[in-house]
């Protein structure tokens, strides 16, 4: 039983202690130069077009929103007779 529990000590301590298997590249320099290029571009399209989906859902939901908090205003202003 002690040696079971000892093995599991030495394969624990291993994991943690061992550096990582998978190196991963640096890839700050590569946005850095990608984000500071001067193209005329903004910087929140800079990334592609996961950013320009992001950006376009972003500004879509916030048009409607908008019109719906008005509308509820609206609404709100003026309420139907019984």
């Not at 994991?15 to 903004?42: L, W, Y």
């Not at 972003?58 to 008005?70: D, E, I, K, Q, R």
């Not at 609206?74 to 139907?80: I, S």
Request: glycine share 6%; charged share 20%; aromatic share 8%.
């Amino acid at each position: 039983m002690n040696r079971h529990i000892f093995a599991l000590q030495q394969v624990a301590r291993r994991t943690i202690a061992s550096s990582a298997r998978r190196q991963a590249d640096n890839k700050v320099p590569r946005n850095q130069k990608v984000f500071q290029e001067d193209n005329g571009m903004p910087v929140h399209l800079k990334g592609g077009t996961a950013d320009a989906l992001l950006y376009r859902t972003t500004m879509v939901l916030t048009v409607l929103g908008t019109g719906y908090v008005l509308y509820e205003v609206v609404k709100a202003a003026f309420p139907q007779k019984k």
